[in-house]
């Protein structure tokens, strides 16, 4: 199974979830996961910044609790706020009930309907509750920028390899990532404009 781009059949595991928008659209939708915190956001946000860019932040409800100032310039730079859960729990260890009362810790902090669950999986009972109250935002291009078997240079090939019309297209705000993405955020930014894709966030 290629990690990067999820496969139909796992697509399927949650078919009602969003994995890919319009694919005739020429358009990517970028998205940081984990944040956010002070030594990865500040970049990030300058970086999109500099090129005009929105992007969706799914954030861990904990680093909001830690750093309600970062939160605020996500929010007041115009990007999407998402749910990543209080704790950034995977659904597996979790009942529904202490996963949803986690999610909506969060979403106290947070004000979204969009949810993105951590390590991409969630039981079935979860899905269907968070999916009454959220939009469920998978992906359809993990970057791996989390990975220590990656370089910079790998996780922008892995941009430049597998997007597509209509990729959500998942980064890292994290301790793990932000190394590469000194390099790869603002490379991957540039070959996709001169792609001619365009950068949008979710309605
Ligand atoms: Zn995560």
Redesign the pocket.
């Known amino acids: 199974m290629i990690i990067e781009q999820p496969a139909i059949w796992l697509r399927w595991l949650y078919p009602r979830a969003t994995w890919r928008m319009d694919r005739n659209e020429k358009a990517v939708y970028l998205t940081f996961?984990?944040g956010p915190i002070p030594e990865a956001t500040p970049f990030i946000l300058d970086t999109l910044s500099q090129y005009g860019i929105k992007a969706t932040f799914f954030m861990v409800g904990d680093n909001v609790r830690k750093y309600p100032e970062l939160y605020n310039k996500v929010v007041a730079a115009g990007h999407r706020i998402g749910n990543?859960t209080f704790n950034?729990i995977g659904g597996f260890r979790h009942t529904i009930t202490t996963y949803k009362a986690n999610a909506d810790k969060a979403d106290q902090l947070l004000h979204t309907d969009l949810f993105r669950p951590?390590?991409g999986w969630m039981r079935w009972d979860q899905y269907i509750w968070l999916r009454r109250k959220y939009r469920i935002v998978m992906w359809d291009l993990v970057t791996r920028d989390y990975s220590k078997w990656m370089t910079a240079e790998d996780v922008l090939n892995n941009v430049k390899r597998y997007t597509r019309n209509g990729s959500i297209i998942t980064f890292h705000d994290s301790l793990k990532s932000i190394d590469k993405l000194h390099y790869a955020l603002p490379e991957a930014i540039k070959w996709l404009k001169a792609e001619g894709y365009e950068f949008k966030v979710f309605d």
Request: negative net charge.
């Open positions: 996961d984990d990543h950034h951590p390590h």
